[in-house]
């Protein structure tokens, strides 16, 4: 159908037959086949051991062998099995036999919603609002308990045949709200499409506002008996609910009171933050918008375009099936071998007596009027003491009973628990609604509404609007965390990410962030800007090659750089001089800062003794001196006749470098 449309593909497993009349788990007896859903088949089944009847919820074989999908069933037992309340579907079980997955819950004969508006068209606004109330409640429970449905629409509320209870069923699709998260680990979209909340569609989160958004829907639905998008595909509609607004239902059947308009605009708003904060707070709504109704508005017949619908006295739908506990029954025909079992009809309390007395023959006739003429008199006497008791009431109901008026009295600057005595002096009710002001202190009541100095009746619940100080909001830690992760952290705690900026970072690794500022835990007005050092990594160092240069100075450029410098061995060289550096290791490249240079730095060439020659002859000393390594010049004093050393420079046992030149005199 337009506008029903899920995100999930619906596969028939073509094996429900296998099933009848095998027992689960020892107690589960299967005696039909009711529906297939997206992951599941729904059968009608005996609990042997308590002898009553329980829709039993089998999970797909082939996806029996998917450890995602499996987990997601668990879930769901785990989660629904938490709620207890009247309205809610009870599970009373879950197991596994023989590689099947299964699920045991309460097992409901009656119609869902779905079908009573296919055969009512749009309801009155009391039916409506008598369906609206036990769902909030139903909804309300989950909310407090920590779960949301997350999958609300009218195929999952039942009406429960006889006595017409309201049943919110299949939690298969609720999470816990502390794992906000609305894909499965296939990437499938849960939820059918056409109730939707916009941040579902977005962003993919649900919270307790996603399910009041698709309450509203219903709502809107059961008041106009249609459905507020529609579209020829999935994506159609779910663009109309991140970027449309819901219609007025009024816009569709005239007769809707402006009240439930408002109430439909409420629960449907495109922010989440301009919704009720959960089914219970709704349901404080709708009870306020019921008491400002009469009950001429409550049970007005539908008027309009979409106002289409019989005329009999109550809603009363003939089913030839009992319907299961399971959202995705709509989807899925019927198992051709189901037998008929005719259910009585539900029975909606909605009253379409006429307004007007019927006409007949040009005149009134009165439907009471069956005494004979000649007690005429008597009746009018009763009539008359009938009207005045009437008029006696009422004159105390507004005068001085609970309906007198009386008037607002002042609050402000007042702190709640004060505020709210003034009222109750004034038989005044106080519903306290926190917001934030940058001037009036926490705690104290900034107006009301109705202002003071209003008259108003007695018993009205007077809106007391409570300072909750300066909205300030915590600059979140993101250090350490990516660029795109700490945008949206900043962004969900309602500040705004300013400039981001790369800068070099020993410690933290390329992407990351390094510092915020301001600085984490700064509180800080909604919207203010929070800039980002993003990390580039470690910072590279070039390395210079320092070889034949002094140590002193390679070592003391190579540690400014930031790298860690061995100069500890030393070599002789005879070609470097004394102090410079031999050999460098790495003489090149790129280093990081830390990383290690070995120098190996010179001694300068190796130092022989020199050989006492003096009083040798020429030629022997000339040798000695060339075998230790050191060249010779001579010089001849007065000829040299003798060729006898007279003295030589430098002197004998000094240390000279290997290759030095001995300077010798000759005499």
Do not use: C
Not at 3 to 26: C, H, K
Not at 112 to 135: F, N
Not at 354 to 367: A, E, I, K, S, Y
Not at 633 to 659: D, H, L, Y
């Amino acid at each position: 159908m337009t506008g029903q449309t899920s995100y999930t593909l619906r596969v028939s497993s073509g094996v429900t037959e296998s099933l009848l009349g095998r027992v689960f788990d020892g107690r589960y007896r299967v005696l039909s086949h009711i529906a297939d859903g997206g992951m599941a088949s729904v059968y009608l089944a005996l609990d042997t051991r308590l002898d009553r009847d329980v829709a039993l919820k089998v999970l797909r074989h082939d996806l029996a062998q998917d450890e995602a999908f499996v987990s997601r069933f668990k879930r769901e037992a785990r989660s629904a099995a938490r709620l207890s309340h009247p309205n809610v579907v009870s599970v009373f079980d879950q197991g596994e036999d023989d590689g099947h997955m299964f699920l045991a819950m309460e097992y409901v004969p009656g119609q869902t919603l779905r079908e009573v508006m296919k055969a009512e068209g749009p309801l009155t606004p009391r039916a409506t609002l008598d369906i609206l109330a036990p769902v909030l409640q139903a909804l309300g429970a989950a909310h407090r308990g920590g779960i949301i449905h997350r999958d609300v629409k009218p195929e999952n509320i039942i009406l429960r045949e006889g006595d017409g209870t309201v049943k919110v069923a299949d939690f298969g699709l609720a999470r816990a709200v502390s794992n906000q998260t609305s894909h499965s680990q296939t990437g499938v979209l849960l939820g059918t499409v056409a109730y939707l909340s916009p941040e579902q569609v977005e962003r993919g989160i649900a919270d307790a506002r996603s399910d009041v958004y698709a309450a509203g829907l219903i709502l809107f639905e059961m008041l106009t008996g249609t459905k507020a998008f529609t579209g020829d595909t999935p994506i159609h509609i779910a663009y109309q609910h991140v970027h449309g607004s819901i219609p007025a239902a009024s816009s569709r059947v005239s007769s809707v009171p402006g009240e439930l308009d408002a109430l439909v605009a409420l629960a449907t708003a495109r922010d989440p933050d301009q919704r009720p904060h959960d089914a219970e707070d709704f349901l404080a709504e709708v009870r306020k918008s019921r008491a400002m109704l009469t009950p001429a508005e409550l049970d007005r017949r539908p008027e309009g375009p979409a106002a289409v619908g019989g005329g009999a006295s109550t809603v009363a739908v003939e089913r030839t099936s009992a319907l299961p506990v399971h959202s995705d029954a709509e989807h899925e025909p019927r198992h051709s071998s189901q037998a008929a079992r005719p259910l009585p009809p539900v029975a909606l309390p909605i009253d379409r007596t006429p307004t007007t007395p019927p006409v007949l023959h040009g005149r009134v006739v009165d439907t009471y009027d069956d005494e004979p003429h000649g007690r005429g008199p008597w009746r009018w006497i009763w009539a008359a003491l009938g009207v005045a008791l009437v008029a006696g009431l009422a004159g105390w109901w507004f005068l001085a009973g609970p309906g007198s008026p009386t008037v607002v009295p002042p609050t402000t600057s007042l702190t709640f628990a004060q505020a709210q005595a003034a009222l109750d002096q004034a038989h005044l009710g106080a519903e306290e609604v926190q917001s934030f002001d940058e001037s009036v202190p926490k705690g104290i009541v900034m107006s009301t509404d109705p202002g003071a100095g209003q008259e108003v009746r007695r018993g009205t619940d007077v809106k007391v609007t409570v300072s909750k100080g300066p909205e300030r909001y915590a600059v979140p830690n993101v250090v350490g965390k990516s660029a795109a992760e700490a945008r949206d952290q900043i962004t969900a705690t309602k500040l705004t990410v300013g400039s981001s900026k790369e800068a070099f970072d020993e410690k933290v690794a390329a992407g990351l962030v390094v510092s915020v500022d301001p600085k984490v835990g700064a509180q800080l007005k909604r919207g203010t800007k929070v800039n980002l050092v993003i990390s580039k990594g470690r910072q590279p160092i070039q390395v210079t090659d320092f070889t034949g240069k002094p140590a002193n100075e390679a070592v003391d450029a190579l540690s400014k750089a930031g790298l860690e410098v061995d100069a500890t061995e030393q070599q002789n060289s005879d070609t470097v001089p004394k102090g410079s550096v031999i050999s460098q290791s790495p003489t090149g490249g790129t280093l990081f800062k830390g990383d290690p240079v070995k120098l190996v730095v010179s001694k300068g060439p190796v130092l022989v003794k020199v050989p006492d020659v003096q009083g040798k002859q020429e030629g022997e000393a000339t040798q000695i001196l060339k075998d230790a390594g050191f060249n010779v010049t001579v010089e001849r004093f007065m000829g040299g006749i003798f060729g006898t050393v007279r003295s030589q420079e430098p002197g004998a046992n000094s240390e000279q470098p290997k290759g030095s030149t001995i300077k010798l005199v000759i005499v």
